[in-house]
């Protein structure tokens, strides 16, 4: 089955600084990637995803990037506030199989 | 849109009690639902699958007898946690997909369970 690997668990960053996240995943059949963001407490909310048919796609702060060839995808959110502190879950799924793999989770803190 | 709403928020039971926790789509219908599980600072398990008026999927090391899973309408699942015990506490969360965007899923906002 699908493995997805998600880099780092932690990532603390000053306030206007960028954050990358990185997943990487096994399964060459993944052809949907989204991003989630949990609040502590609280349910996961999509922020943005990818399909394998884009390389990129960016909504305001936050842009994803998908390399097809090596199997990975990042998570980048630029200009962080405090805010953006959460835990960031990347996951991969397939046509055909809506069951997503989902990553171990970062927690990101932006500190003021 | 794709709200989905979870009830109740927060149960504290006694061990060897039943609990059962609904699922609800509130403006799409959900062909498809999910229950996950959540240990502290952890990720998501799945625990099962459910699609309206079928038996649940469950995932392997998850005990179809001790969690039911009903998924009896398009808007409508529940989990029911049976003889809870201690560890049974953690954060459970439903989410849901519609049949014109199978790969999307919206979240419950999810149950906190503690078993005394």
């Known amino acids: 089955g699908e493995n997805v690997e998600q880099h780092p668990s932690t990532l603390s960053v000053q306030e206007g600084d960028s954050a990358v996240i990185k997943c990487t995943y096994s399964?060459?059949?993944?052809?949907?990637f989204p991003w989630y963001k949990q609040e502590l407490g609280k349910r996961p909310q999509l922020i943005i995803d990818?399909?394998?048919?884009?390389g990129e796609k960016k909504d305001q702060r936050i842009a994803v990037t998908l390399n097809k060839t090596a199997k990975h995808f990042s998570l980048h959110i630029t200009e962080t506030q405090p805010e953006d502190s959460a835990v960031y879950f990347c996951?991969?799924?397939?046509?055909?199989?809506?069951?997503?793999?989902f990553g171990r989770g970062t927690s990101l803190i932006v500190h003021p | 849109g794709a709200v989905v709403s979870q009830h109740p928020s927060r149960v504290i039971c006694k061990s060897g009690t039943s609990v059962k926790i609904e699922c609800r789509s509130l403006d799409f219908q959900a062909t498809t639902m999910f229950w996950y599980r959540q240990f502290p600072k952890q990720s998501l398990m799945l625990m099962a699958t459910?699609?309206?008026?079928?038996?649940?999927?469950?995932e392997q090391g998850v005990e179809k007898d001790k969690f039911l899973i009903n998924h009896a309408s398009l808007t409508l699942s529940t989990l029911t946690v049976t003889s809870a015990h201690p560890e049974d506490s953690s954060f459970y969360i439903c989410?849901?997909?519609?049949?014109?965007?199978?790969?999307?899923?919206?979240f419950g906002p999810g149950t906190r369970l503690t078993v005394l």
């Open positions: 990818i399909r394998s048919n884009v």
């Open positions: 399964d060459s059949a993944s052809n949907y």
């Open positions: 989410s849901a997909s519609s049949a014109d965007r199978t790969d999307t899923q919206y």
């Open positions: 459910s699609n309206e008026g079928s038996k649940a999927t469950y």
């Open positions: 996951a991969a799924s397939k046509e055909g199989s809506y069951i997503p793999t």
